[in-house]
C-alpha cells in the first residue's frame, strides 16, 4: 500500500502551494510531478487520473508529487509566505483568469526544493493538456534542470482553439485590447465582455491569445491551417532534449480543429521533434478515451509507468 500525504509546499517566489504526495512503502529517490491543465482541472477535481498514476507508480517504487499550481482554479487568492510583507499585503490573485504561463518555472522549482528536502534527488516532469505547454516554457527558461524524462500527455493548440471559437476579426481584438490594457499599466483589468474573454484578465488574455508569445508552444492550427503569428512554429517544443513520451486520446476532443485530430497532432509532433530526441522518445494513443483520458485511467498511468521505468 502507498502512503498519501496532503502537504503544503513554497514556490520559489513565496506562494503557499498545496499538493498530493503519494510515496511507496519502501523507500525511494525516485518521484514524477504531475503538472495539471488550466482552470478547475486542478488535482483535486481529477482524482480517478491522480489517484490511478498514484497507485501505479507506487507499485513500482517511484513517488508521485501531484500539486495545485497557481494557475488551478479559474480564480483563485493564495497567500504568500513572506513575513517581510505587511499582514494585509501577503495575498495573490492567481488561477487561470490571472495566470502567466511562464510563472510556472517558480511553481516547478519550487516543487523540486520541497522534494529534495523530502529526500527526492531523481525528478521526472509530467504535464497534461496546458501542463505540456508548462514544460515547455518551463525548459525554455531555466538554465540547471533537474528533469531526466517528460510526459506531455494532450498538449493543445489554445490560441488556435480561441481563433477558431472567436472568429478572426473578434480575436485580433481582443488581443489589441488586452495589449493596450498592459501598456497602459492595467494588466490586472478585467476583459469586457464583448472582447470574448471576459472574465480574464488583460495579462492572461494577453498571454494566451498571442500567436507570438510563451503560451504558444503547440501551434498545430498554424501548422494545419494558416498563419497566425511570426515566431517560428514549435519554437519551444523544438528545445526538447529529454526523453520524452507523448500522448494523446485517441478522441481528443480539442486536436479535432486544430489539427485535424490526435493521429494528425501526434504525427505532426513527431515530425518537429529533433531527430536526437526523437530517437529516445515515444508517442502514443490510448483508444477510446478523449482528452483527459475518461475511461482510460488505468491504462493511461500504466503506459506512464511503463515509460519512467525504462
Known amino acids: ?52 498514476l498514484g497507485h501505479s507508480l507506487t507499485a513500482h517504487n517511484i513517488a508521485l508529487f501531484a500539486f495545485n499550481n497557481r494557475g488551478a482554479h479559474n480564480m483563485k487568492i493564495l497567500k504568500i509566505d513572506d513575513k517581510s510583507l505587511p499582514e494585509d499585503e501577503r495575498s495573490y490573485l492567481g488561477g487561470t483568469y490571472y495566470e502567466k504561463i511562464a510563472d510556472c518555472v517558480y511553481d516547478i522549482n519550487g516543487a523540486v526544493a520541497y522534494l529534495k528536502t523530502r529526500g527526492f534527488s531523481k525528478f521526472s516532469l509530467m504535464g497534461h493538456s496546458t501542463g505540456a505547454n508548462k514544460i515547455c516554457a518551463y525548459h525554455m527558461r531555466v538554465k540547471q534542470n533537474p528533469f531526466r524524462k517528460y510526459l506531455l500527455a494532450g498538449p493543445g493548440d489554445d490560441s488556435g482553439l480561441l481563433y477558431i471559437e472567436l ?36 495579462q492572461a488574455a494577453a498571454d494566451i491569445l498571442d500567436p507570438d508569445g510563451p503560451y504558444n508552444t503547440f501551434p498545430f492550427y498554424e501548422a494545419t491551417k494558416k498563419r497566425l503569428g511570426h515566431k517560428p512554429l514549435f519554437q519551444e517544443f523544438k528545445k526538447i532534449d529529454r526523453q520524452t513520451l507523448i500522448i494523446f486520446g485517441q478522441e481528443d476532443e480539442y486536436t479535432l480543429t486544430t489539427a485535424g485530430g490526435a493521429n494528425s497532432a501526434l504525427r505532426i509532433l513527431r515530425e518537429k521533434m529533433p531527430k536526437v530526441t526523437q530517437a529516445k522518445s515515444e508517442f502514443k494513443l490510448i483508444e477510446q478515451s478523449d482528452h483527459s483520458f475518461h475511461g482510460a485511467e488505468t491504462e493511461f498511468a500504466e503506459t506512464v509507468t511503463a515509460w519512467l521505468r525504462q
Request: aromatic letters at 10%; a positive charge.
Open 1 to 52: 500500500m502507498s502512503k498519501l500525504q496532503l502537504v503544503r509546499f513554497t514556490s520559489s517566489d513565496t506562494l503557499l502551494l498545496p499538493g498530493l504526495l503519494y510515496t511507496p512503502e519502501q523507500p525511494t529517490d525516485e518521484v514524477a510531478l504531475w503538472l495539471h491543465g488550466m482552470g478547475d482541472n486542478g488535482i483535486f477535481y481529477s482524482p480517478l487520473l491522480v489517484n490511478a
Open 167 to 202: 472568429g478572426e476579426k473578434k480575436f485580433w481584438k481582443a488581443l489589441a485590447l488586452a495589449k493596450k490594457f498592459l501598456a497602459v499599466n492595467q494588466p490586472m483589468h478585467i476583459m469586457p465582455k464583448v472582447s470574448g474573454m471576459h472574465p480574464f484578465s488583460a
